[in-house]
């Protein structure tokens, strides 16, 4: 099916928007010493959070991991609100109190990421069977590493999405590491996308960089699940083009292997083909790299201006039983 202009410079520009936001996030952390703790990025990834979330409607929800910028902007977060979040603001999505490690922007339906590896799975179940008691049309996506794969958490997850035929779709992003693990020193299984057979639910593998095929398999997984036909899941083949987190060095990762993934990044590859095909012109790309940058520099600017909590803050929105 031919994926319609609309969806592919939406695509493009949410790929764009992800990679500057993080790009940002780099310089901010790492140069400017600006922003403490752990910093994940999905640099390289981006086909797979802007493609499955440019399937989806408003009202399906994702569950995201540990490495969530670009699901959560590619769900439509408000750039201003996550950067001061990872700023640890108050005018943060979360009060200043996640970080960018647990942030979590309901208003787009991601309530959650989770920093517990495979913890996402059965969360994304029970928003699942939510939906499906409530008689609702719409789905969770549940995005997660090919680490999380190989957790219980996961196995669960997979069985009683199927036997209850839950309106969930699990992403399984295969950035071929798990922290210093490759996948082969993890996983027995060539690819996850054959464990579906084992719970009788569709597997699907995809090329993780080629946007347009990530936007397919969710838009048919969506449709099925939306029909009452159950869960699939989609392997999404990728790369981590920086380290775990931006601290770690990558000695583990093979110079030429980080290179060659490079060259397949998934963002030149849909801005070259949209350009061939006559989708957008060259000064209409330009266009959208300035209005991508400007939206950056106003979320920067805006998380620096805006004040930390209080001390005292640091004790509402507790739930306490
Ligand atoms: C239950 C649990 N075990 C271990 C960790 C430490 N840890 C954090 S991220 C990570 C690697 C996860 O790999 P993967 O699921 O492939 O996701 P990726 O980081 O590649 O996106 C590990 C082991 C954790 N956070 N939670």
Redesign the pocket.
Known sequence: MQVSREKQIEMLRSMLLSRRFEEELTELCQVQGKIPGMM?L?TGQEAVGSGVCAALAPQDVIVS???SHNHLLAKGADPRALMAEIYGKRTGCNKGKSGTLHLAVPEVNAPCTT?????GLPIAVGVAFAQQYREERSVTVCL??????D?GSFHEAMNLASLWKLPVIFVC???L???AQRYEEHSPVKNMADRAAAYAMPGEMVDGNDVLMVYEATRRGRELAVAGGGPTLIECKTY?CRG?GESDHQLYQPRDEITAWQEKCPIPRLRDMTLAHGLVTAEELREMEAEVNAIVEDAVRFAEESPYPALEEALEDVLVQ
């Open positions: 994940i999905c991991n540990h490495r920093t517990v590896v495979g913890g997660f590493g090919d680490g999380a794969a957790e992003e295969n950035n590491y798990a922290g981590r775990h």
